[in-house]
């Protein structure tokens, strides 16, 4: 069963910047689709960047030019920049990892494993 924990969340001010980082084991072969999402409370969860076949992106709009995705070589762990954060950034942030291969995708339903969250706060 493939397992995904993230860490570097933290509380910084608007205008900051963070790190997020998903460590994926067991099973890391058969992924062909990874993303990140985030949930603010009292909101839906929402994809927020994604990494897919080809190496092909994707970002939500409301982070475009602020976030990037990346993962390492071995893709066993999965990262998030975040420049010029924003209140509204605040949010628990997942990582998810799918073994369909697909373009890079911003929908839950292509997604298999998740990870527990990491929590973001971004005061103004």
């Known amino acids: 069963q493939v397992q995904l924990v993230e860490s570097g969340g933290d509380s910084v001010q608007a205008g900051g910047s963070l790190r997020l980082s998903c460590s994926i084991s067991?099973?890391?072969?058969?992924?062909?689709?990874w993303g990140w999402f985030r949930q603010a409370p009292g909101k839906e969860r929402e994809g927020v960047a994604s990494i897919g076949v080809r190496r092909s992106t994707n970002y939500a709009d409301a982070v475009k030019g602020r976030f990037t995705i990346s993962q390492n070589n071995a893709k066993t762990t999965l990262y998030l920049l975040m420049n010029n954060l924003k209140p509204e950034d605040t949010a628990m942030y997942f990582c998810?990892?799918?073994?369909?291969?697909?373009?890079?995708?911003?929908?839950?339903?292509?997604?298999?494993?998740w990870g527990q969250g990491t929590e973001v706060t971004v005061s103004s």
């Open positions: 998810a990892a799918g073994t369909r291969p697909f373009a890079a995708s911003l929908f839950a339903r292509d997604y298999r494993y």
């Open positions: 067991r099973g890391t072969y058969n992924l062909q689709l």
